[in-house]
């Protein structure tokens, strides 16, 4: 299927609009399904819990501040289950937040209100992303006492733990694997993620992920083996 604007739109990709703003998400969903997704809409985060166990989504759009539960409790929740991708909508704009959003395991963020063709251009990067990377075969990557299988968000280790990751680490993380010992820039590390960023926050997100990327396969995370730093030029991984 093509839209008006000549580009073929991602048809069959399913999306959950989870946003107590009834007159946005309605028009929101409108829009989306015109450029040929399928998409449902839950105005609180127990209804979308509902939904969320009937139906395997692609995507998320969550807001982040909801009467009740919080669009952040379910973008953990989301996160620690499956590999859909997470776009939050936030009014706010303040750097920390947007950073604690990606720690949290969303994938990108846009901010209210928002232009619908942004919104659209982010939709589409994401699911790409995530049939792309997560669609391939599984295959399994190890090092140290770890285990990646690549079709998946998990690494388990050799004492049985299992531990799961976000999709920005995790798409770090096979990046590290496949270019041991090279020096990756924060700017690298930025594109990798797929994680947008603005006001120069950019260092701050890539040193974010890092530090809980090591937080879960470090022994020691504030000596770190695998992810080693090079000051002021970005970071080299080590499989050891």
């Known amino acids: 299927m093509t839209d008006m604007d000549g580009k073929t739109a991602?048809?069959?990709t399913h999306i959950l609009m989870v946003d107590d703003d009834l007159v946005l998400a309605e028009k929101t969903c409108a829009f989306l399904r015109e450029k040929g997704y399928l998409i449902d809409h839950a105005p609180d985060v127990p209804t979308a819990r509902r939904?969320?166990?009937d139906t395997d989504y692609d995507c998320f759009l969550v807001d982040m501040v909801m009467p009740g539960t919080s669009g952040k409790v379910l973008c953990r929740e989301i996160a620690s289950k499956n590999d859909a991708g997470?776009?939050?909508?936030?009014s706010?704009?303040?750097?920390?937040e947007r950073i604690a959003l990606l720690e949290i395991g969303a994938d990108d963020y846009i901010i209210k209100p928002f232009i619908e063709l942004e919104l659209l251009a982010r939709v589409r990067a994401l699911?790409?992303?995530r049939k792309g990377g997560y669609a391939s075969?599984?295959?399994l990557t190890r090092f140290g006492d770890w285990e990646l299988t690549e079709g998946e968000r998990h690494l388990k280790n050799a004492d049985g733990r299992i531990i799961t990751l976000t999709s920005s680490e995790t798409q770090v993380l096979r990046y590290f694997l496949s270019n041991p010992a090279v020096l990756c820039s924060r700017e690298d590390l930025l594109a990798i993620a797929r994680v947008r960023q603005h006001g120069g926050a950019g260092d701050r997100a890539v040193d974010a992920l890092i530090r809980r990327l090591r937080t879960k396969i470090e022994p020691d995370p504030a000596n770190p083996t695998y992810v080693q730093t090079v000051w002021g030029q970005g970071y080299v991984f080590q499989p050891g």
């Open 127 to 129: 699911c790409r992303r």
């Open 86 to 90: 997470i776009i939050m909508v936030s």
């Open 137 to 139: 075969q599984a295959r």
């Open 92 to 96: 706010i704009s303040d750097d920390a």
């Open 10 to 12: 991602e048809t069959g």
């Open 51 to 53: 939904m969320i166990a």
